[in-house]
């Protein structure tokens, strides 16, 4: 039974960074693309960015200027760096692998950017 584990949430002052990992508890074939979201306080799960095997990314608008995605397909490993953090940035945070025909997500971590 594949689980992804996800690392790196936590609270941070506006303006700092972190970096948010997710790595699968075993190996996974076929993946093809993985992926954040997010869901804010009081509102739906949103598109954070996603980044393919073969190493295409996309970025919500959102984000586009201050988070990076990246992977490393040996490890099944994505990660999130997410620079400049706003307020509104407070939310939890999903990663999602998409493998053949399945799809997997992680248990949600916590982001919470406050002065």
């Known amino acids: 039974q594949v689980q992804l584990v996800e690392s790196g949430g936590g609270l941070v002052q506006p303006g700092e960074s972190l970096r948010l990992s997710c790595a699968a508890s075993?190996?996974?074939?076929?993946?093809?693309?993985m992926a954040w979201y997010r869901q804010r306080p009081g509102k739906q799960r949103e598109y954070v960015a996603r980044?393919?095997?073969?190493?295409?990314?996309n970025y919500a608008d959102s984000v586009k200027d201050r988070f990076t995605i990246s992977r490393d397909n040996a490890k099944n490993t994505v990660y999130l760096q997410m620079n400049s953090l706003r307020p509104e940035d407070t939310a939890v945070y999903y990663c999602?692998?998409?493998?053949?025909?399945?799809?997997?997500w992680g248990q949600g971590t916590q982001v919470t950017v406050s002065s």
């Open positions: 999602n692998f998409q493998a053949g025909r399945l799809a997997y």
């Open positions: 075993g190996s996974i074939s076929n993946i093809y693309a």
């Open positions: 980044v393919t095997s073969s190493g295409a990314t």
